[in-house]
């Protein structure tokens, strides 16, 4: 029999509410679009929704019970279990304290301006090889995503990975004090949510806020490249951190790649590990990949687990949805590779996916095209930022760019007319030129904030272009 995740018995002493008997619970949710049976809905209300509007649905799905707001209990009467609070975001909360008070994991937290998702990917992917894992889905990383994520981890895990995310100051001092990681790992810190911060140096204290919650003796895994590092150490031991791991390319760096050879399916990276070599691949293509893997490399030695075995895992990890997968299409008689980085975009990351995509090989008379949606969050210099990218389209081989959003506009007026393609105010908009051009051998890369659904033109792509056989 399987054990149940949360018991009445422990519902309703963390919850303070009244359980209906023999209740449990094997998963908790706030989204009746991945809902599973025996989940324990949570009715949260946002700015823009509410989730009573989705209990009736949740439990028609199978839900085990629904946690609503004291007092509405008559909108649902006869639905199903309810359990009745006067709080139910911070009954989310309590249950994810409760989670990680009862559990006896190694906690990893992570957070960055870039590559927060990649390098949680990579973690669990070595992790779980050691020991059961549980890991935040998606970029479940903000004041929902952190408790569920927490509430949802099962008391018998030997390892937890926790993707924290910020874009106001002050937002993951509460979040990490609920993670309470024993391993807090920062990627990088970059010219992101420029909206909200006067500089990047602000940006960097308001990631170090992931040293608010660590445990004492806890380890920081820090990028030594980064000019923020001496900035970030400080906090860190300020937070109670006995040890400092630092990862790059730059001599000096704990853990320090010497050489990077960047192949089509990902990157031969040439190490030393406090002094001792190792040669590894990572199966992520892109520089960027490299370096989180790194990271990765410095956090799981921390935590016990030897750098050759890690180096084993990293040689069979993908890469995280709308971060630089890539399928191979078929088309004509042929096929072209279509990269999705469609997930989110900032000067840091655009720049990372088209050096990527500059050194990936295209064959016969294929091209290198990339699609770009703007960048989000970066205040009045936004449109200079965006200019700022025709210097790094300049330097690599790419040969025709197509634009969407009002902000790409700074871009396409300073591209040169070789590079300059078509620029349009909807991301949709592209997705019938781009169906009309592409041709065997073909490299098209698709990036831009999320809000702008860059990701339309990734479905529409694999709808229309079926995969291409095996070679």
């Not at 998963?27 to 991945?34: A, E, H, L, M, N």
């Not at 807090?184 to 608010?212: N, Q, R, W, Y």
């Not at 081989?397 to 009002?406: C, E, F, P, W």
Request: glycine share 10%; hydrophobic share 45%.
């Amino acid at each position: 029999m399987t054990t149940p995740l949360w018991t009445a018995e422990e519902l309703r002493r963390t919850l303070g509410a009244d359980v209906p008997p023999g209740l449990s619970a094997t998963g908790v949710s706030f989204d009746t679009r991945t809902l599973q049976a025996g989940d324990l809905f949570f009715a949260i209300k946002g700015i823009s929704m509410d989730g009573h509007r989705f209990v009736a649905r949740a439990l028609e799905q199978g839900a085990a019970a629904a946690v609503i707001e004291a007092g509405r209990e008559g909108e649902f009467a006869g639905a199903g279990p309810l359990i009745a609070v006067s709080d139910v975001l911070e009954a989310l909360n309590r249950l994810g304290l409760a989670a990680r008070e009862r559990s006896g994991a190694k906690i990893i937290a992570v957070t960055g301006s870039v590559g927060k998702t990649s390098t949680k990917e990579m973690l669990r992917a070595v992790l779980s090889r050691h020991g059961k894992t549980h890991y935040s889905e998606a970029s479940y990383n903000n004041h929902w995503g952190v408790p569920l994520s927490l509430a949802r981890m099962p008391r018998d895990c030997a390892y937890g990975v926790f993707e924290i995310g910020m874009n106001h100051m002050g937002e993951i001092r509460p979040l990490v004090k609920m993670v309470r990681p024993h391993y807090a790992l920062v990627t990088h810190i970059g010219p992101v949510h420029l909206e909200f911060f006067a500089s990047v140096e602000e940006i960097a204290d308001a990631k170090a806020e992931i040293f608010a919650g660590l445990e004492p003796g806890g380890v920081a895994v820090l990028s030594w490249d980064s000019p923020y590092f001496e900035r970030l150490k400080a906090h860190a031991l300020a937070g109670g951190a006995s040890r400092i791991v630092s990862f790059g390319e730059i001599p000096g760096a704990d853990i320090r790649a010497v050489g990077i050879r960047e192949t089509p399916d990902g990157s031969v990276i040439s190490a030393e590990v406090f002094g001792a070599p190792i040669v590894y691949q990572c199966s992520v293509p892109g520089r960027h990949m490299a370096m989180n893997s790194l990271a990765v490399l410095a956090a799981a030695r921390e935590m016990g687990i030897p750098p050759a075995e890690t180096a084993e895992a990293l040689a069979h990890v993908s890469a995280a949805k709308g971060r630089g997968e890539r399928w191979r299409l078929a088309v004509g008689d042929g096929a072209f590779t279509l990269i999705d980085e469609s997930y989110n975009a900032n000067p840091e990351s655009v720049r990372a996916a088209l050096t990527a995509l500059g050194r990936t090989p295209v064959s016969g008379s294929g091209r290198r095209i990339a699609a770009l949606g703007p960048m989000r969050e970066l205040g009045p210099g936004g449109p200079a930022l965006h200019a700022e990218l025709a210097q790094t389209l300049a330097e690599l081989a790419v040969d025709s760019v197509y634009l969407a959003g009002d902000l790409m506009q700074s871009l396409y007026k300073v591209l040169p007319e070789h590079q300059k393609t078509l620029w349009v105010e909807q991301s949709a908009d592209l997705i019938q030129p781009l169906l009309n051009i592409l041709h065997p051998g073909d490299v098209l890369m698709v990036k831009g904030s999320l809000s702008t659904r860059m990701g339309l033109i990734v479905k529409a792509l694999k709808e229309h272009y079926p995969p291409a056989p095996a070679d």
